[in-house]
């Protein structure tokens, strides 16, 4: 007698996933709203037939943005890996793409190696804000001193202890994080500056503004602060992030450019532990997880990252 067919085997298909988080409770399952984790989970089992979950890499919050988050899921379908992704965005809503999807080790856990993350928290500056900005940046209409933004900055580049950057009930069972780099990338528009002081060399030179190390340059004076239209945009790497971590960030960052903490502070900020000085949390809809990488050669990760 033939022997029977061996059954196929279980393979895990990783994810890029590309959405805009608007009218999404977040990546995570909730019981009060639609999610990311949610639609995703829908497609999957419309495309297999069965129940399937995913796994998923940052559970970025409600009203959060993403070009390049990270699930994985297991399946015993032939099923080519790559032609995934086509077949799972012929299912899912506009605001939700898969971006790639292609075959990793079954035992490969996105929350459970080594990984490198890189949000922006994109302020727009100016009078007025652009109703097709209104979903994707926090308007701020005040002068920034955004000099003295990059010299605090620079005092959460390394490993610390976050705790004062994270909310209060977290999860985490450790609030130590590495940021390998802040940028404050200041970028205006093609219109005529609300006022001639902006066109200084500070307009055109932080189009590439250095990193948050960079403290040589001159702080600009109050004129050369005035309103301009245009957008900051906060880029922060790190190999993980504590629950609403960069959004504290950044809220806190803006209190240094607004003038109601000297770049100093954040330093003895940092050394508190405290949530309560640090500065608010940022709007949600100004984030974006704009880049997941793994890079190769580095040691396993521990706990994973609360995001």
């Not at 490198?116 to 900005?133: D, S």
């Not at 004062?164 to 990338?185: G, H, K, P």
């Not at 957008?231 to 209190?255: A, D, H, K, Q």
Request: hydrophobic share 35%; glycine share 6%; aromatic share 8%.
């Amino acid at each position: 007698m033939a022997e029977r067919e061996t059954e196929n085997e279980i393979k895990r298909i990783r994810l890029w996933v590309s959405y805009d988080g608007t009218n999404y409770h977040g990546w995570q399952i909730q019981n009060n709203g639609v999610t990311i984790e949610s639609e995703l989970n829908r497609a999957l089992s419309d495309l297999y037939g069965q129940d399937v979950k995913v796994i998923g890499a940052s559970r970025t919050d409600a009203g959060v943005h993403a070009l390049g988050n990270v699930a994985v899921y297991d399946t015993e379908s032939p099923i080519p890996a790559e032609k995934v992704c086509h077949a799972l965005n012929a299912r899912l809503p506009e605001d939700i793409r898969v971006t790639k999807s292609e075959e990793v080790p079954v035992d490969w856990h996105p929350r459970k190696c080594a990984s490198r993350k890189t949000y922006e928290y994109r302020i727009y500056l100016g009078e007025i804000l652009p109703p097709v900005k209104r979903l994707y940046s926090h308007h701020v209409y005040r002068p920034l001193d955004v000099e003295a933004m990059r010299k605090a900055a620079a005092y959460l580049v390394g490993e610390h202890d976050f705790k004062s950057f994270c909310q209060e009930n977290t999860q985490a069972l450790s609030t130590i994080r590495t940021v390998y780099s802040i940028d404050l990338i200041l970028t205006s528009e093609s219109a005529v500056p609300q006022n001639a002081a902006q066109t200084t060399n500070e307009q055109t030179s932080n189009a590439k503004a250095p990193a948050a190390q960079t403290t040589d340059a001159k702080a600009p004076d109050a004129k050369s602060r005035l309103p301009f239209s245009g957008e900051l945009i906060l880029r922060i790497t790190g190999n993980g992030f504590l629950y609403n971590m960069v959004r504290i960030i950044t809220g806190t960052l803006l209190e240094v450019g607004v003038g109601r903490y000297t770049p100093e502070e954040v330093a003895r900020i940092l050394e508190k532990k405290d949530r309560a000085a640090a500065g608010p949390t940022a709007p949600a809809k100004g984030l974006t997880l704009v880049k997941y990488e793994f890079p190769e050669n580095e040691p396993t990760a521990g706990e994973p990252a609360e995001e």
